[in-house]
């Protein structure tokens, strides 16, 4: 078609023009491509650390999950077995664990302590397969399923001043209000992110003794296919129909608190990001097409005259605007995945004092790495073009209306 060839020899034809519109794109979708895999990485991090000590899919009592901020231990799951029975009959379900978590009080050694942590009770599987203990071992080795052994975050063990092979207390309650100890000799000391640096961690047997719940749990946690809301959503459909889990609820990870409230400010923050670049983008080429429009002024009354329409004459500009567009979002996405694969391969270290003011909640690691994906170079390409487009509208639109005569006369 004509007029997309004359908008592909426009653009060849003022270069310097052309390779600042370009540059500007090229500017804002490097810049895109970083920063949507750095907050890709981070929230991605987070949510795979959370999901893999959570489940994909956490069944409670519904007594629990309403009054959950008290942590009523007397609202639990009495029959686990039975209703871990269930849910791995259900298809798509790749595991279901049970676990517990209380709060307790430590005292190491002789003296009387006030330290506060949370201890989780779990099988072995749990601890190998899904919240991979061994792997953050700071110091010490695992538990072997003896009684008398207990691993502690590295915070815990830091605020005890205890170490491997340190005896100490663990203080806590039982589902009927009466207080209950364990004593046992750390063997391990875990650290990695702010989750494990807080928390105790024990055989399930020895937390069901600690809580008095012979052979229940407060979660049965289930792990499906992938933590994505398309795989996931099938699979807590099916939990919810299944016969065998009596009166409990079925929840995914992203349809409990905090992230309920959390996916809806993080995807504002990310558009937020890619507004404000492309604004600025668009406002920078806007600057550029209009002065193209002032400069070419004669040639369009000419093809105006000629008989170019007004949507022609606007199309000439806006496929132009493309071209500059693909041109600089192509090496703007190239040099961007650079500096993405150099955070995605080295990360940026945030410190241990930044990770633990994110609190247990949040599995936050001290490095965090950026994820460089196929969508996220898409979405900067495709947000380079939309800002070269949008740069381009409204000095297009005035090419559009003018008028051969009036050009004629100005002699431009």
């Known amino acids: ?240 129909s299944t016969a065998g889990l009596g009166d409990t609820e079925v929840e995914a990870w992203y349809q409990r608190e905090p992230w309920l409230s959390m996916m809806g400010m993080i995807d504002g923050i990310q558009g937020f990001i890619q507004f404000f670049i492309i604004l600025l983008a668009a406002l920078a080429i806007f600057n550029t097409m209009s002065m193209s429009v002032l400069e070419r002024t004669g040639e369009i009354g000419v093809l105006r005259a000629m008989g170019m329409s007004r949507p022609r004459a606007l199309g000439l500009f806006l496929v132009e605007s493309v071209f500059i567009g693909l041109l600089g979002s192509a090496v703007g996405v190239a040099l961007g995945s650079v500096g993405a694969w150099y955070l995605q391969t080295y990360g940026v270290t945030l410190g241990e004092d930044v990770v633990a003011k994110m609190g247990s909640s949040f599995p936050m690691t001290a490095t965090v790495y950026a994820d460089l994906s196929l969508s996220t170079v898409a979405t900067a390409v495709l947000l380079g073009v939309l800002a070269s487009v949008l740069g381009a509208f409204l000095p297009a639109l005035r090419a559009s209306s003018i008028q051969p005569v009036l050009a004629m006369r100005a002699r431009r």
């Open 1 to 240: 078609m004509l007029w997309i060839r004359l908008a592909l020899r426009n653009t060849l034809r003022h270069p310097r023009r052309t390779m600042l519109t370009a540059g500007t794109v090229l500017a804002a979708t490097a810049l895109l491509t970083v920063l949507l895999a750095y907050l890709s990485g981070v929230i991605g991090g987070i949510v795979q650390d959370f999901t893999a000590a959570a489940g994909h899919v956490r069944i409670v009592s519904k007594a629990f999950a309403a009054r959950e901020e008290l942590h009523p231990l007397y609202e639990n799951i009495a029959a686990a077995d039975e209703v871990l029975e269930a849910v791995r009959a259900v298809p798509g379900v790749r595991d279901a664990q049970p676990r517990i978590t209380t709060g307790v009080v430590i005292t190491a050694d002789e003296e009387i302590g006030d330290e506060f942590a949370l201890v989780t009770g779990a099988t072995d599987a749990y601890y190998r397969q899904h919240l991979r203990g061994p792997e953050h071992l700071a110091a010490g080795r695992w538990l072997s399923g003896q009684p008398k052994e207990v691993v502690v975050g590295r915070r815990v063990a830091e605020r005890l001043d205890a170490g491997i092979g340190t005896e100490i207390l663990l203080l806590g309650q039982t589902q009927y209000g009466s207080m209950s100890p364990v004593a046992a000799d750390i063997v391990g000391v875990v650290g990695g992110n702010a989750s494990l640096d807080e928390q105790v961690f024990l055989p399930l047997a020895e937390v069901q003794w600690l809580t008095d719940m012979p052979g229940g749990a407060l979660e049965v946690l289930v792990y499906g296919p992938g933590r994505e809301p398309r795989q996931l959503a099938p699979i807590v459909e099916a939990l919810r």
